[in-house]
């Protein structure tokens, strides 16, 4: 079900998964409709507060078929679900 669908339902478990920085939030989909960071924001706000008792988040740190590395969404610090990673360049 989408995060959409779901508006003013709530489960015993909700499982919110891609939550990746370019997936969740879709930067793809915000650049071609004219969508902004704050609707995405909410929407986060929306899957996370669908579950009554368990709540599991789930993202890939890397793809082996692509090949690709992923980072958590910033949402998920912004939450302080996870502590922001400090790099050489900060």
Same mark, same amino acid.
């Given at each position: ?15 919110? @998964?891609? *939550? ?8 793809? *989909?915000?650049?071609?409709? !004219? !969508? ?6 909410? *929407?986060?706000? @929306? ?9 599991? *988040? ?6 082996? @078929? ?13 939450? !302080? ?10």
């Amino acid at each position: 079900m989408s995060v959409h669908a779901s508006k003013g339902l709530e489960f015993n478990e909700v499982y919110i @998964v891609d *939550l990746m920085d370019g997936r969740f939030p879709n930067r793809k *989909l915000m650049s071609k409709n !004219g !969508g902004d960071i704050e609707e995405e924001r909410r *929407l986060f706000y @929306v899957a996370l507060t669908r579950a009554r008792d368990i709540l599991y *988040l789930s993202y890939a740190k890397y793809d082996r @078929v692509k090949k690709i590395d992923y980072i958590h969404t910033p949402f998920l610090v912004e939450a !302080g679900m996870i502590k922001e990673v400090a790099t050489a360049e900060s």
